[in-house]
């Protein structure tokens, strides 16, 4: 909408994906049956303490490091006191003034800009419970809690308000997404939860400093929820204010099926959190050298391994793009370039062939049935020239269900090409005698005619004849019959 | 010894002879049991008693000794818990409404320690609600009353816990000390009452009131019982991350060392004003009995302690009104009926489940922690604790320990100060500033008044110096004529 600028700054939760919980001994694991994974400590039961899970601290500052942020030496758990039924203490333990991590940045690109959104920081906390609200009598609310998921350990990111549009919003989440989920760290599912987004959304006119006033939009179950969300947001305070009204400071909740973002009781958002420091657990204090350690054992992220593909295997920013979308991905790409040893053509077959499949399918890559020795042979084979990309199309999808190899398919199959001049003069006379009213017309001058003899030639022999050699015999034949 | 002898006997003894094979565990337990059954309904020392569970551990105790297992000096002992520590499958209310009949699914850290050692369960003693009092009035269910004079008030927060001590109910006992909830009942009782060190003894278990003050600490009838029941609770646990590796057991035999050459400092400007002219008395009486022992008495300065009162209404409340934030009503324990939503549910559990005290508090926490008040009240606070744990450390590195006495005055009437929180709040003023300062503080029986009526003196250490505490209570408890004294209600057979 001209006239105004959005400004909008984003907070994602992501699940650590830790073996146990952050303050206790009790699984992380998704989907157990309710009120099973849980212990006096994520119970909240009385005189029970919280005592920090080591890798959920190296987890977010793997994090931190990741995104650039400077990693506190000391940071302060703290107590956000709010009553719910799905809080079993009555507070949740997070960080309030001095979080584990400060500043640090996620650098996106929208319509070929990039352009580096800050952030504010990055905390540890734990996460509640959930409330289920099942269908009851009419009038009756029944509301039933699981805690398989207190005490889960949680990173909050918050942005800066940097970002300016849903599509610059969307690749955001997308790119930190990516690099939590190159370092292992969270698993990025957001229908189960372990990845959350609350979108704080202001509008104002264009060339004006201070920003409008914002509301707080939850509830937005992915991506692409959150971009229509922030449409909607915007759009809805710009009408506002051109009305002559105002923006209230509120919580909306997404409600994606009627596209649309409705207001919270205010009941439930009229919240003075009362944060003080956890008494129950020391300051977390890290050495520089605890600190070092985690970051020389970082993974590889997202944009040096784009870095690294086009300039080992020379393929374009575009494909490197492509290509590292996970770091699986990224592995099996490598790995088939490097058994190929033509890293283009390998980025062909696996943006087009591979994924192509794997989007129809819905198959992972580590799913997909052609691992990349098989398909770095197959490349080989096509990159010597050794078969035409047509037959290698035929061996790619022989071997999406049979176990050979490239070079036992072709043999089996008798897929190897047809170019020696003594098979190709002999192919081209079968062709002459089986058309011989076509032979009239080429000779006759018709030269489009010719054409449809190669055709033949090429269907006689299942597209192995040497497309170029195989004219040059036909020619020949031609003149010699 | 004739079986009424025995709850006269130190923890000491009965350990000894129970090791020895001289008496069952069971035998202990009748005897105790049989004294409580004549003194506790009067006194309102417990909130729980089980005689089946204690004869069922005393019975466990026998069965390990007999099977050669090596226990410590405190097996078959009796100990009494006071109702917040957290017991498995026995009723735990913290003398709370709330948590009426709600029975805990574990044990905390101390119950475990204590049934390693083989000391016997003895039963839940009564207690302030959550530990918010000081003369165990406050108690949902009943008052406890001082076994020297049923008329008073035992103190509290641990009333109960002091008070079965004093009326040989039991040998020892546990309670919590958050402000002096173990060392004023302890002085009001006329017994020996240790708040260790913060982090000395793990909170596992411990019903929490105010994280960064609460510590557990033993009730007994000596100076080395004190010791022998701080020593099977300290030490590091991993369940605890404010638990502390530097905190080590006591070595009775350095009780017994005297005070020669130990320097101990007396706070005579917070003394200044409002003490009972008998409690100074016994302030001078025990100075110059250590001073006739070799050691030497100075003065030293605590500037800040006077703010202590302040500080820790501020402090306390805070953490108490989130930790209590639990009681919702929602998974456990008391639940209001007929409410007609979330929020209504909420207001009328707490509102009837929790009692005037504890609802006052976790009114003044809330709103030291509300937005716009908190740099004024909570970090103000927070800011004066920092001071006044320094005016400790500047003070304790000239003296080894700071006497003082543990309350201003004998113990008061039953409902004397329960209407006056703020005259209530006053009796911890001399309580309070270790507390604030996380240092080991033991309050000593020193002497009665005319009327017949325990005084306490308070001496307040290092980090982890308990055994010093011990040892100069040890040597003016050589000297003190009152020192074997009983309480009328349990001297004799018929009280």
């Known amino acids: ?481 | 010894m004739k079986p009424e002898e025995a709850p006269r006997e130190t923890a000491e003894s009965i350990g000894r002879s129970v090791q020895s094979g001289e008496r069952s565990a069971v035998e202990v337990a009748k005897t105790f049991l049989a004294r409580a059954d004549r003194t506790a309904a009067r006194l309102g020392t417990y909130l729980h008693r089980d005689a089946a569970r204690t004869l069922a551990a005393a019975g466990e105790v026998d069965t390990r000794i007999l099977a050669g297992e090596k226990l410590s000096p405190l097996a078959g002992v009796p100990v009494a818990l006071k109702d917040n520590l957290c017991t498995r499958g026995i009723p735990t209310t913290c003398g709370s409404r709330i948590l009426e009949g709600y029975l805990p699914p574990y044990d905390a850290h101390v119950v475990e320690r204590l049934h390693r050692a083989g000391a016997v369960f003895a039963g839940k003693t009564n207690c302030d609600e959550f530990a918010m009092g000081s003369s165990t009035e406050n108690s949902a269910y009943f008052p406890t009353r001082n076994p020297w004079d049923p008329e008073r008030v035992p103190g509290g927060s641990s009333g109960g816990s002091a008070a079965t001590v004093a009326a040989l109910e039991a040998p020892l006992s546990l309670g919590s000390d958050t402000g002096g909830s173990v060392r004023q009942p302890a002085a009001f009782c006329g017994v020996y009452g240790l708040k260790p060190t913060y982090g000395a003894v793990s909170r596992y278990g411990l019903v929490a009131f105010a994280s960064s003050l609460d510590q557990i600490g033993p009730f007994a009838r000596t100076a080395r019982d004190t010791a022998l029941l701080y020593n099977a609770i300290c030490g590091p646990d991993e369940r605890d991350s404010t638990s502390r590796a530097e905190a080590k057991p006591v070595g009775l035999e350095d009780l017994e060392r005297g005070v020669r050459g130990l320097k101990i400092g007396i706070p005579r400007d917070l003394i200044a004003e409002g003490v009972d002219p008998e409690v100074l008395a016994s302030l001078d009486r025990v100075a110059r009995t250590l001073e006739s022992e070799g050691a030497s008495i100075l003065d030293v300065a605590l500037p800040h302690a006077r703010y202590s009162i302040a500080t820790y209404y501020l402090i306390a409340p805070a953490e108490a009104s989130s930790n209590l934030a639990r009681y919702d009503g929602v998974r456990y324990g008391f639940r209001a009926k007929n409410a007609s939503n979330l929020q209504e549910m909420y207001a009328a559990t707490r509102g009837t489940g929790f009692g005037r005290e504890v609802r006052r508090r976790i009114l003044l926490g809330t709103y030291a922690l509300s937005a716009g008040y908190y740099d004024a009240y909570y970090l103000r606070a927070m800011k004066v604790r920092t001071l006044i744990r320094k005016d400790f450390s500047e003070a304790l590195a000239q003296a080894d320990a700071i006497l003082l006495p543990t309350t201003p005055t004998p113990p008061f009437k039953l409902g004397e100060k329960v209407d006056d929180p703020l005259a209530m709040y006053l009796n911890d003023i001399f309580s309070i500033p270790a507390s604030l300062a996380g240092a080991p503080a033991l309050s000593v029986p020193a002497g009665m008044t005319r009327a017949g009526l325990p005084i306490g003196m308070q001496l307040v250490g290092r980090p982890f110096d308990e055994g010093t505490l011990l040892r100069i209570a040890r040597t003016w408890e050589k000297r003190n004529e009152d020192a074997l004294r009983v309480p009328p209600i349990a001297a004799g057979g018929r009280a």
């Open chain 1, 1 to 481: 909408m001209s006239g105004y600028e959005t400004v909008i700054g984003l907070e994602v939760h992501a699940q650590l994906k830790t073996e146990s919980k952050i303050f206790c001994g009790c699984s992380t694991r998704f989907g157990a049956r309710p009120n099973t994974q849980v212990c006096p400590v994520c119970l909240g039961l009385p005189g029970v303490l919280p005592v920090l899970n080591e890798r959920a601290v190296r987890f977010a500052v793997m994090a931190g490091l990741a995104v650039g942020s400077a990693i506190e030496g000391r940071s302060v758990f703290a107590r956000k006191n709010y009553f719910y039924p799905d809080l079993p203490k009555g507070y949740q333990i997070s960080q309030y003034d001095r979080p584990l991590c400060s500043g640090g940045g996620v650098d996106i690109q929208v319509d070929g800009v990039w352009k580096r959104i800050g952030l504010v920081r990055i905390h540890l906390e734990e996460d509640a419970g959930k409330s289920i609200h099942p269908e009851g009598r009419e009038g009756v609310t029944t509301t039933l809690v699981d805690l398989n998921r207190s005490g889960v350990p949680l990173i909050e990111i918050v942005s800066e308000p940097e970002i300016r549009s849903g599509a610059e919003a969307y690749d955001y989440l997308i790119r930190l997404k990516q690099t939590l989920m190159y370092l292992d760290v969270c698993d990025g599912n957001m229908e189960e939860g372990s990845l959350r987004c609350d979108a704080n959304v202001s509008v104002r006119p264009l060339g004006q400093v201070e920003f409008g006033t914002k509301t707080e939009v939850k509830n937005m179950n992915s991506f692409r929820n959150v971009e229509r969300a922030i449409a909607f947001e915007t759009e809805r305070q710009i009408r506002l204010l051109e009305s002559g009204g105002r923006v209230v400071q509120e919580t909306l909740l997404w409600n994606a099926d009627k596209n649309q973002a409705e207001p919270m009781r205010s009941k439930e958002e009229a919240h003075d959190y009362r944060y003080f420091p956890e008494p129950d657990l020391l300051p977390l204090d890290l050495t520089t050298a605890w600190i070092e350690s985690v970051r020389s054992n970082l993974p590889e992220l997202p944009h040096q391994v784009r870095a690294r593909l086009e300039r080992e295997l020379e393929i374009p920013a575009y494909d490197a793009e492509v290509l590292t979308e996970t770091r699986a991905l990224a592995r099996y790409y490598e790995e088939t370039a490097r058994r190929a040893g033509n890293g283009k053509l390998a980025s062909n077959w696996i943006m087009t062939e591979v994924n192509g499949i794997r989007n129809k399918q819905g198959q992972s890559i580590e799913e997909f049935p052609i691992r990349p020795d098989r398909l770095g042979a197959l490349v080989k084979m096509i990159a010597e020239e050794r078969i035409s990309g047509k037959i290698g199309k035929q061996v790619f999808e022989l071997m999406l269900t049979q176990p050979e190899g490239p070079e036992e398919l072709v043999n089996a199959k008798g897929l190897l090409p047809i170019d020696d001049e003594s098979s190709l003069r002999a192919l081209a006379r079968e062709v002459i005698a089986a058309n011989p009213g076509p032979v009239a017309e080429v000779k006759a001058g018709k030269e489009r005619t010719f054409a449809f003899l190669v055709g033949q030639a090429m269907k006689q022999s299942r597209g192995r004849a040497h497309p170029e050699k195989i004219q040059d015999a036909l020619r020949k034949e031609l003149a010699a019959s």
